[in-house]
């Protein structure tokens, strides 16, 4: 039989043997999971027949489905956000309830359980209740799922931000980058409002979602993840006060260190090996543990009692499609996504760095890989910058793409001296793109800088561009031209030039004045491997990440002696080429 049905099967036995006044109940104990409704419907008909005015019937065998909701007509309203986990019973008082999760003001959750299966029910439950009654601007959820991976269903619902999973170790610390920075933004935004969550939603006429991080199966993840042990006891410590709540399953509950139990105000335990270990869990006095049956639990419902949790489905094998069912209904509804964990995409395309275009004296490179902030570089700053890589077919993709992002500068020239002839058929069909002749293309740019420079106010609009410096110099029948060219670039200081070459090219021009006066070799770019063998550019102390295989889409800023590795730009269709070369 299914979960479910066991559950409906469940014998109340030993409690009612110990219910008070046994002579006036008798009871009829099942052997097997049938016979039950007709044993009811035979009773009630027996009783109306010796003359009986009124008869009920209860349903006491504590099996929830997700109508559990409507069956206590529980309510819900914006920004008070409310789970509906199941329901638990009170013999000595002679009481049922509906068991809820409001994380303000109940604060953080510790479910502990040996069975994995079980937590994730009461996880499922949680999640479902509250995205089915709440919008993604009300909540919204992190996992990190170190279980069974059964959490995976809900990644595409519009609530979650998104989820972390076995061997995703970067993504877990750009999570956690972004729940320490949301909780610094809200100390500081909350300040006016006694520094509390609560207040700033009701006193300041704005609204802000409630960040909740589930992390399911806490011993796998400390023992994967080196870190956890430190970072969420300090992240928990008063992330509620900011509307940053954690949810944790565990083993028991001494898979939790007393920094992060100290700082859970609630609690639920499923089935666990010592009947101790409940009281351990819930801090309060247990007298009883919960029943052999799936989903059961104990909860604190102001003293300890046991709890059923809600089956969203009679049929665990209907489980999967009935949330798929459930997220693609909310995807369809007009509601914004969650925010996002930050983290370096696939390939850096021109919408992830678009808002930051502005001038040529911050054109967006790449994306840190170590905090995930767009990159920009001043190609101004120096009237030479130099972008260079092992081989020269290393920056084919990187060049096309900043040639483009170039071009969404506003009133931006750009000319191009395409000696590798190895630009796109995009660059070759734009305005100034030269590829041969470069005698006449030297003699027409001197005289332009000279009309340029005969202009008090010449505004710093155009930028030179040459792909293949060794390729040029080689074909030009004069080079005195380009030295000369050079020479007055750095007297005008308002047109950049940038060059792209592999290494070992460009150094056989380091020590010629005109090189070394021109492009600076304390600024720049390098592409893809072998940074810590190049000298062309000068870098104050070498690291163990400089010696590892790049591909061509990473790259080092290099500033002043130091760097910052990057994804560098790629707007290319064909990714094969992005391989080392």
Same mark, same amino acid.
């Given at each position: 039989?299914?979960?479910?049905?066991?559950?409906?099967?469940?014998?109340?036995?030993?409690?009612?043997?110990?219910?008070?006044?046994?002579?006036?109940?008798?009871?009829?104990?099942?052997?097997?999971?049938?016979?039950?409704?007709?044993?009811?419907?035979?009773?009630?008909?027996?009783?109306?027949? &010796?003359?009986?005015?009124?008869?009920?019937?209860?349903?006491?065998?504590?099996?929830?489905?997700?109508?559990?909701?409507?069956?206590?007509?529980?309510?819900?309203?914006?920004?008070?956000?409310?789970?509906?986990?199941?329901?638990?019973?009170?013999?000595?008082?002679?009481?049922?309830?509906?068991?809820?999760?409001?994380?303000?003001?109940?604060?953080?959750?510790?479910?502990?359980?040996?069975?994995?299966?079980?937590?994730?029910?009461?996880?499922?439950? &949680?999640?479902?209740?509250?995205?089915?009654?709440?919008?993604?601007?009300?909540?919204?959820?992190?996992?990190?799922?170190?279980?069974?991976?059964?959490?995976?269903?809900?990644?595409?619902?519009?609530?979650?931000?998104?989820?972390?999973?076995?061997?995703?170790?970067?993504?877990?610390?750009?999570?956690?980058?972004?729940?320490?920075?949301? &909780?610094?933004?809200?100390?500081?935004?909350?300040?006016?409002?006694?520094?509390?969550?609560?207040?700033?939603?009701?006193?300041?006429?704005?609204?802000?979602?409630?960040?909740?991080?589930?992390?399911? *199966?806490?011993?796998?993840?400390?023992?994967?993840?080196?870190?956890?042990?430190?970072?969420?006891?300090?992240?928990?410590?008063?992330?509620?006060?900011?509307?940053?709540?954690?949810?944790?399953?565990?083993?028991?509950?001494? +898979?939790?260190?007393?920094?992060?139990?100290?700082?859970?105000?609630?609690?639920?335990?499923?089935?666990?090996?010592?009947?101790?270990?409940?009281?351990?869990?819930?801090?309060?006095?247990?007298?009883?543990?919960?029943?052999?049956?799936?989903?059961?639990?104990?909860?604190?419902?102001?003293?300890?009692?046991?709890?059923?949790?809600?089956?969203?489905?009679?049929?665990?094998?209907?489980?999967?499609?009935?949330?798929?069912?459930?997220?693609?209904?909310?995807?369809?509804?007009?509601?914004?996504?969650?925010?996002?964990?930050?983290?370096?995409?696939?390939?850096?395309?021109?919408?992830?760095?678009?808002?930051?275009?502005?001038?040529?004296?911050?054109?967006?490179?790449?994306?840190?890989?170590?905090?995930?902030?767009?990159?920009?570089?001043?190609?101004?700053?120096? $009237?030479?910058?130099?972008?260079?890589?092992?081989?020269?077919? *290393?920056?084919?993709?990187?060049?096309?793409?900043?040639?483009?992002?170039?071009?969404?500068?506003?009133?931006?020239?750009?000319?191009?001296?395409?000696?590798?002839?190895?630009?796109?058929?995009?660059?070759?069909?734009?305005?100034?793109?030269?590829?041969?002749?470069?005698?006449?293309?030297?003699?027409?740019?001197? *005289?332009?800088?000279?009309?340029?420079?005969?202009?008090?106010?010449?505004?710093?609009?155009?930028?030179?561009?040459?792909?293949?410096?060794?390729?040029?110099?080689?074909?030009?029948?004069?080079?005195?031209?380009?030295?000369?060219?050079?020479?007055?670039?750095?007297?005008?200081?308002?047109?950049?030039? $940038?060059?792209?070459?592999?290494?070992?090219?460009?150094?056989?021009?380091?020590?010629?004045?005109?090189?070394?006066?021109?492009?600076?070799?304390?600024?720049?770019?390098? &592409?893809?491997?072998?940074?810590?063998?190049?000298?062309?550019?000068?870098?104050?102390?070498?690291?163990?990440?400089?010696?590892?295989?790049?591909?061509?889409?990473?790259?080092?800023?290099?500033?002043?002696?130091?760097?910052?590795?990057?994804?560098?730009?790629?707007?290319? +269709?064909?990714?094969?080429?992005?391989?080392?070369?």
């Amino acid at each position: 039989p299914s979960p479910a049905a066991l559950i409906r099967a469940t014998s109340r036995w030993v409690r009612i043997r110990a219910f008070p006044h046994k002579k006036r109940i008798k009871a009829a104990k099942f052997i097997r999971n049938y016979g039950n409704q007709k044993a009811l419907i035979a009773g009630l008909l027996g009783v109306k027949e &010796i003359g009986c005015d009124c008869t009920i019937s209860i349903d006491a065998d504590l099996q929830q489905d997700e109508n559990t909701i409507e069956k206590y007509h529980e309510q819900f309203t914006p920004y008070n956000v409310k789970a509906v986990i199941g329901e638990y019973d009170a013999p000595e008082l002679q009481k049922q309830g509906i068991v809820t999760y409001k994380p303000i003001p109940d604060g953080n959750l510790a479910i502990y359980g040996n069975d994995g299966s079980e937590r994730e029910q009461v996880l499922n439950a &949680i999640m479902y209740s509250i995205a089915k009654n709440h919008t993604s601007e009300e909540v919204n959820f992190y996992t990190i799922d170190f279980g069974s991976e059964s959490l995976r269903v809900f990644s595409s619902l519009p609530h979650v931000g998104g989820m972390v999973f076995i061997g995703e170790n970067e993504k877990y610390t750009n999570l956690i980058k972004l729940i320490r920075t949301t &909780i610094q933004e809200r100390k500081n935004l909350f300040i006016e409002y006694g520094g509390e969550y609560e207040n700033y939603l009701k006193n300041s006429g704005k609204k802000l979602p409630l960040k909740v991080v589930i992390i399911n *199966n806490y011993d796998a993840a400390k023992e994967n993840i080196s870190t956890l042990y430190e970072d969420i006891p300090e992240l928990i410590r008063d992330s509620d006060r900011y509307g940053v709540i954690f949810i944790m399953t565990a083993n028991n509950s001494n +898979s939790l260190s007393s920094k992060i139990t100290q700082n859970c105000s609630s609690a639920l335990a499923l089935h666990l090996k010592d009947s101790y270990d409940y009281a351990s869990a819930l801090n309060v006095k247990c007298k009883q543990t919960p029943q052999d049956t799936p989903g059961r639990g104990m909860c604190n419902v102001n003293g300890a009692h046991e709890f059923q949790t809600v089956s969203l489905v009679e049929n665990e094998a209907d489980l999967s499609s009935f949330i798929t069912d459930f997220v693609n209904a909310e995807k369809a509804k007009d509601q914004p996504k969650a925010q996002r964990i930050p983290s370096l995409p696939p390939h850096v395309e021109l919408d992830d760095v678009s808002e930051k275009i502005s001038t040529i004296k911050s054109v967006p490179i790449g994306i840190s890989k170590e905090n995930l902030d767009v990159m920009t570089l001043d190609f101004l700053s120096d $009237i030479g910058k130099i972008i260079t890589a092992n081989k020269f077919e *290393n920056t084919k993709n990187f060049t096309n793409s900043l040639l483009e992002v170039l071009r969404n500068i506003k009133n931006q020239g750009i000319i191009l001296i395409d000696a590798q002839n190895t630009l796109s058929h995009k660059e070759k069909k734009v305005a100034n793109y030269y590829n041969k002749d470069f005698d006449n293309v030297m003699e027409q740019l001197n *005289n332009y800088v000279d009309a340029q420079m005969s202009k008090p106010d010449a505004p710093s609009n155009v930028t030179i561009f040459i792909n293949g410096l060794d390729k040029l110099v080689t074909k030009l029948a004069n080079r005195s031209k380009m030295e000369d060219l050079f020479g007055k670039l750095r007297r005008f200081e308002k047109i950049g030039v $940038i060059v792209v070459d592999e290494v070992s090219k460009l150094k056989q021009f380091a020590f010629d004045n005109w090189f070394k006066d021109t492009f600076s070799q304390d600024e720049g770019l390098w &592409i893809g491997t072998g940074l810590s063998e190049q000298t062309l550019l000068k870098i104050s102390s070498y690291a163990k990440e400089y010696k590892l295989p790049y591909k061509n889409d990473m790259g080092f800023i290099v500033a002043d002696g130091g760097t910052v590795l990057c994804k560098l730009l790629d707007f290319q +269709s064909e990714r094969n080429d992005t391989n080392e070369q």
